[in-house]
Each structure stands twice: as structure tokens, then as C-alpha cells.
């Protein structure tokens, strides 16, 4: 069964600075698709970023980036130039290739707080 | 854009009580999904539901659970008997494919409280 990681419960960053948040992962698959989703204290879940297992290059948008490593099963997620508004739950989650496997499974999450 | 609805977003039921949780997928997506989320815990997938049958349930989706798509737009997650462990936050999603990569897109989530 897959699993999905996230050993951090909290990290703190300062408005304006990077922050780097870790996610790694267990699947025998070699096809699959990964995301990070934004929790906001009211509770909506809302896509931050995806990454397709068969490509090589890293996922982009805006500040936010992500460090895939497939061999080491490892994705992270970058946020740069931080603000208030990104403080927030961050889940990564995993989903197999197409078919029946199409549910999302879900690391434990973990709370980022951003300091004014 | 296009948005996933959930209604209510509070539903506060007496134990034992049947209760049924709606939901209004994005209007040409194909594939719908409930996850539930404990207060403090993480998301937990229950069932995804395409072509109006189940394609999968998780081993929480049990006898006390049922969906249903009743009119083209709807899709409801009923629970039959309620318990106080079904007090949780409770997630529609819809997609337009489970091929590619094509994201789930979540409603804002009903939280169901048991007494």
C-alpha cells in the first residue's frame, strides 16, 4: 500500500524568507502523481502544486516550487518570498497511475506559521 | 471557476441518527470522491464513485455508508446510523478524469458533529 509521510508537525518562517517543507513517499509504481494541497484555517483544501512521476523537470508556480526526487521517493515543496497568507496546513498526497487507483492518499500534514 | 458546493457546511445530529451530507461536483466532471478529515488528523480517503457505481471504498466506508448521484448533479454521502467517531470533517471531490494528471478539486468541506 502507499504511503505518504510528512515528519514535520510545524515549521515557522519569516515573512519574506524560503521556507522548504518535506514529504516522502512509499509505492512500487513507477507512474504516479504527486500534489501538495493548502489547508487554511478555514478548512477548504485548495491545490498549491502537482508533479507527473514521469517528468524530470520540477513543478513551478508562482513562489511555489517543489525538489522531486524519484529515487529517493522524496518531494518537497518551496515556498519563496513568504507571506501571512501562507500560513496555513500543508498536505502532500499521492496518487497512483489511472484507473482504479485515482484516490488521493494523504501525508499527516503539517502546520506552517509565518512571523510578521 | 468553476467550484465544487457543499451543503450544509455545519450538520449537528444526535447519535444514531441518519444523516446525508450533499454535495454539487463541477458540472463535467466524471468521477466524485468523499474524503473525511478528524478534527487534528488527516485526510482519509472513503469512496470515489464513476459511472454511477463505486469504483473503490476504503475500509472506513462501511454497512452505515452509502453515496448516491440521484439527479445528474447531486452526490450524497448518507450515513445510516451515526457514531460519535463519525464527528469529522467530511470532503467532496470531483475530477474530470483519473487518467493524466488531472487534479481532484474539493468542496469546502461540511463538518459533521455527533451528540
Known amino acids: 500500500a502507499q504511503t505518504v509521510t510528512q515528519s514535520q508537525p510545524e515549521m515557522s518562517v519569516q515573512e519574506a524568507e524560503t521556507v522548504t517543507l518535506s514529504c516522502t513517499y512509499d509505492t512500487s509504481e513507477s507512474d504516479y502523481y504527486l500534489f501538495w494541497y493548502k489547508q487554511p484555517p478555514s478548512r477548504q483544501m485548495i491545490l498549491v502544486i502537482r508533479q507527473e512521476a514521469y517528468k524530470q523537470q520540477n513543478a513551478t508556480e508562482n513562489r511555489f516550487s517543489v525538489n522531486f526526487q524519484k529515487a529517493a521517493k522524496s518531494f518537497s515543496l518551496k515556498i519563496s518570498d513568504s507571506q501571512l497568507g501562507d500560513a496555513a496546513m500543508y498536505f502532500c498526497?499521492?496518487?497512483?497511475?489511472?484507473?482504479?487507483?485515482?484516490?488521493?492518499?494523504f501525508g499527516k500534514g503539517i502546520t506552517l506559521s509565518v512571523r510578521p | 471557476e468553476p467550484e465544487v458546493t457543499q451543503t450544509p457546511s455545519h450538520q449537528v445530529t444526535q447519535m444514531g441518527q441518519e444523516v446525508i451530507l450533499r454535495c454539487v461536483p463541477i458540472?463535467?466532471?466524471?468521477?466524485f470522491y468523499w474524503y473525511r478529515q478528524i478534527l487534528g488528523q488527516k485526510v482519509e480517503f472513503l469512496v470515489s464513485?464513476?459511472?454511477?457505481?463505486?469504483?473503490?471504498k476504503s475500509e472506513i466506508f462501511d454497512d452505515q455508508f452509502s453515496v448516491e448521484r440521484p439527479d445528474g448533479s447531486n452526490f450524497t454521502l448518507k450515513i445510516r446510523s451515526t457514531k460519535l467517531e463519525d464527528s469529522a470533517m467530511y470532503f467532496c471531490a470531483s475530477n474530470l478524469a483519473s487518467w493524466d494528471n488531472q487534479p481532484q478539486h474539493f468542496g469546502d468541506g461540511t463538518r459533521l458533529s455527533i451528540l
Open positions: 498526497a499521492y496518487r497512483g497511475p489511472s484507473g482504479a487507483n485515482s484516490k488521493l492518499t
Open positions: 458540472s463535467n466532471h466524471l468521477y
Open positions: 464513485f464513476y459511472n454511477n457505481e463505486i469504483s473503490e
